[in-house]
């Protein structure tokens, strides 16, 4: 079956730092793949997406490129901020109800 | 933001104990599905709703049902709660022909003792 991978982290990192959370996946036929970031006591939001190969996701400086010859979409950021630290998910859809989620990576940033 | 409403956000329970968790959404989207999340294994399907009164089951759908009468709510029903469904509970929607994005409530974290 589908499945995603990607540490679990705590991910720390100075405030500024450059961010890259890895994510890879298997799955068959043509997914879509999405970012998703959860706040401390809230719910899952969409981050960005991509839903063919070479397409690149953006929103707010997060930036993810969907690479079919590696099976990855990893997430970057230039320029981290106290305000990214959450818990971000890497999640693999083959319709409706074959949403495939990741562990989640929580990111801690330190001032 | 699609409006999706969870209740209660919180509660505590005895095992053995019947528990419903609601789920309350203002978009009319078709698609409703509860999920639970633990350390160690992300997000997982419990349940999903293809429309009212249309459901079918998820990857860890033991111990649970579910029911949809009317597209705006999505109920879960822990039967009889044991320790090992203390989680947090997680409501999700989705428009048909959406793009696939998912829309999530804030969560019900549920502690059975």
């Known amino acids: 079956g589908d499945s995603v991978t990607q540490m679990e982290g705590p991910v720390t990192l100075s405030e500024e730092a450059f961010l890259t959370i890895n994510c890879t996946y298997t799955?068959?036929?043509?997914?879509?793949l999405f970012w998703y970031v959860q706040y401390p006591g809230e719910g899952l939001q969409l981050l960005l997406k991509?839903?063919?190969?070479?397409d690149k996701g953006s929103n707010k400086g997060f930036e993810a490129t969907y690479r079919k010859e590696t099976t990855s979409f990893h997430l970057e950021k230039g320029s981290v901020q106290v305000s990214d630290s959450a818990v971000y998910f890497c999640?693999?859809?083959?319709?409706?109800?074959?949403?495939?989620f990741g562990i989640g990576t929580k990111l801690q940033v330190i001032p | 933001d699609a409006g999706i409403t969870q209740s209660p956000r919180h509660k505590v329970t005895e095992t053995g104990t019947p528990v419903t968790l609601r789920c309350h959404q203002t978009?009319?989207?078709?698609?409703m599905y509860w999920y639970r999340q633990d350390p160690g294994h992300g997000l997982r399907l419990i349940h999903y709703?293809?429309?009212?009164?249309?459901?079918d089951k998820g990857e860890v759908s033991d111990g649970y049902s579910v029911s949809r009468s009317k597209t705006e709510d999505f109920l879960l029903t822990l039967e009889s709660a044991t320790s090992s469904q203390t989680s947090v509970y997680f409501c999700?929607?989705?428009?048909?022909?959406?793009?696939?994005?998912?829309?999530f409530g804030p969560g019900t974290r549920l502690l059975v003792l």
């Open positions: 991509a839903t063919k190969a070479d």
């Open positions: 709703s293809y429309g009212v009164k249309d459901t």
């Open positions: 999640v693999l859809s083959g319709g409706y109800q074959k949403v495939t």
């Open positions: 799955a068959t036929g043509y997914p879509s």
């Open positions: 999700a929607t989705q428009p048909a022909g959406g793009g696939e994005t998912q829309y």
């Open positions: 978009e009319n989207h078709r698609y």
